[in-house]
Structures are given as C-alpha cells and as structure tokens.
T-cell receptor
C-alpha cells in the first residue's frame, strides 16, 4: 500500500534562514505522482507542485525548490530565505497511476513550519 | 483559483442527527473527492466520484454516504453523526484522474462539530 511519511512534525526557524521539509514515500507502482500542498493559518489548501515519477529533474520556483530522488524515495522541499508568510502546514502527497478509477491522494501527516521574525 | 465552494462552512450538530455537506464546482471537472482532516493524520479519503452517479469508497468511508446527480455537485451525508466525525471536511476536484492535469484543487473546507 502507498504511504507518505513526513517525519518532521514541527519546524521553527528565524526569518531568512533556509529550511528543508522532508518527505519519504512508499509505493509499489512504477508510475506515480508526488505533490506538495501548503495550508496557511487561514485553512485552505494550496497546490504547490506536482512531480511525475519518470521526471527526476529538480525544480525551482522563486524561493522554493524541490529535490526528487527515486533512489531514496524522497521528495524534499526547500524554502530559501524563509519569510513569515511561509508559516503554514505543508503536506506531501502521493498518487499512483495503477490506482485506476480512484486516483486519490495519500497524504503525509504534515509539517508545521513556523517562521519567526 | 479553481471555482470550488463548500457549504456550510461551519456546523455544530448533535450526536445522532443527519448532516449533509455540499461541494459545488464551476470547473466541469470529472473527479470529485471528499477528505477529512484530523490532527496527526493529514487528509484521508472518505469517498470519491469519477462521474455523475459514479462513486466509490475511500479509506474512511464507514458512516458516510455520497451522491452526485450533477457534474457540479457532490454531497456528503452523515446518516447519524457521531462525535468521532468531528473534523474538517475538504472537497477536492481534478480534471483528470491520471497523467496530465491530475492535481487536485481543494475547497475552503467545512468545520463540523458533533456534540
């Protein structure tokens, strides 16, 4: 069965520090999709990125970057020069291609990031 | 932003009463999902729909039923609410179940308290 583990329950940093959020996943499928979502204090879930299992290129979007490593089943998320507005709960999620019909997301338990001014 | 609304946004009810939550989308997406969010569990799938009148169970479906009579609406019903169903409920939509465009977009959530 698929599983997503976010071992870091809570992280606290000071503004301008870099921070990495870890995500480790388990799947039997050879084709799968990984996602990151942000949940700010207001409660909505904001889609950040999707990565396909056959594309191991790392991605950078502004201060955000993602490191996908199939060899270690990890999809880590780094925020460079963190800001107070980055304070949120971040979820990593997995969807398997062989999960036909359903294609639901399996979520990790989330990492709460607190950025102190 | 994807056009997804949920109603009500907050509800307090008593044990044993029926409750229906509504998810409405304006994106004409085929897939719709109901998740619940509880501390320490992330989000867990309750039910999903892959088309009008086509629904199926997720991991935590006991005590819940769903219906989808129109593309835009997906209803979640708690037939007889219990305190263990106190949670935040999120609806999500997806254009495609797999491959391209399979990211899910979420509604604002419904906070349900069962006393």
């Amino acid at each position: 069965a698929q599983k997503v583990t976010q071992a870091q329950t809570e992280i606290s940093v000071v503004e301008k520090e870099d921070v990495t959020l870890d995500c480790v996943y388990e799947t039997r499928d050879t084709t799968y999709y990984l996602f990151w979502y942000k949940q700010p204090p207001s409660g909505e879930l904001v889609f950040l990125i999707r990565r396909n299992s056959f594309d191991e290129q790392n991605e950078i979007s502004g201060r955000y970057s993602w490191n996908f490593q199939k060899s270690t089943s990890s999809f880590n998320f780094t925020i460079t020069a963190s800001q107070v507005v980055d304070s949120a709960v971040y979820f990593c999620a997995l969807s398997e291609a062989m999960d036909t019909g359903r294609r639901a997301l399996t979520f990790g338990s989330g990492t709460r990031l607190q950025v102190q001014p | 932003d994807a056009g997804i609304t949920q109603s009500p946004r907050h509800k307090v009810t008593e044990t044993g009463t029926p409750v229906t939550l509504r998810c409405h989308q304006t994106e004409n997406h085929r897939y719709m999902y109901w998740y619940r969010q509880d501390p320490g569990h992330g989000l867990r799938l309750i039910h999903y729909s892959y088309g009008v009148k086509d629904t199926d169970k997720g991991e935590v479906s006991d005590g819940y039923s769903v219906s989808r009579s129109k593309t835009e609406d997906f209803l979640l019903t708690l037939e007889s609410a219990t305190s263990s169903q106190t949670s935040v409920y999120f609806c999500a939509i997806s254009e495609s179940g797999g491959g391209l465009n399979n990211e899910q977009f979420f509604g604002p959530g419904t906070r349900l308290t069962v006393l």
